[in-house]
């Protein structure tokens, strides 16, 4: 009986999850609406432009392609924002400019921050090994 009921609860938000991205397959006239399916959009959006339809469809196909956009890494953040998980995509984008640091002392200090904020043992954003929870 006790295995069951976490077995229960992550089919469960499995199913929620799928039902909240069926929306864009399911109504693809108004999918620039329905891409924040959230009452609080953050304010960034309201100066960002948003994406023409067409290259909003892209985004279920190539995560790339919504990062690079603003309103798409906005939506993405506000996304994982209220599955509390939005440590996990600010580790990544500042994975990414690490990337493109060229001066060895820059990339020393840039690594210690993050390490100290990500990575460390009761880190602020701590981020962990995936498949550990």
Same mark, same amino acid.
């Given at each position: 009986?006790?295995? =069951? +009921?976490? %077995?229960?609860?992550?089919? !469960?938000?499995?199913? #929620?999850?799928?039902?909240?991205? &069926?929306?864009?397959? *399911?109504?693809?006239?108004?999918?620039?609406?329905?891409?924040?399916?959230?009452?609080?959009?953050? #304010?960034?959006?309201?100066?960002? *432009?948003?994406?023409?339809?067409? $290259?909003?469809?892209?985004?279920?196909?190539?995560?790339?392609?919504?990062? *690079?956009?603003?309103?798409?890494?906005?939506?993405?953040? =506000? !996304? %994982?924002?209220?599955? !509390?998980?939005? #440590?996990?995509?600010? !580790?990544?984008?500042?994975? $990414?400019?690490?990337?493109?640091?060229?001066?060895?002392?820059?990339?020393?200090?840039?690594?210690?921050? +993050?390490?100290? $904020?990500?990575?460390?043992?009761?880190?602020?954003? #701590?981020? &962990?090994?995936? &498949?550990?929870?």
């Amino acid at each position: 009986m006790c295995y =069951s +009921i976490p %077995l229960y609860i992550s089919s !469960f938000r499995a199913k #929620e999850i799928k039902i909240k991205l &069926g929306i864009l397959l *399911q109504k693809p006239d108004s999918a620039l609406d329905l891409i924040i399916p959230y009452n609080e959009k953050p #304010e960034k959006l309201a100066k960002t *432009q948003k994406p023409s339809l067409d $290259e909003a469809l892209q985004w279920r196909d190539s995560l790339d392609k919504l990062l *690079q956009n603003n309103y798409g890494l906005a939506s993405f953040k =506000s !996304f %994982l924002k209220s599955e !509390f998980s939005e #440590e996990n995509l600010e !580790f990544w984008i500042v994975c $990414e400019d690490y990337k493109k640091i060229k001066s060895p002392v820059k990339m020393a200090e840039k690594a210690k921050q +993050i390490y100290e $904020e990500f990575i460390q043992t009761e880190a602020p954003k #701590e981020v &962990g090994p995936v &498949g550990l929870v």
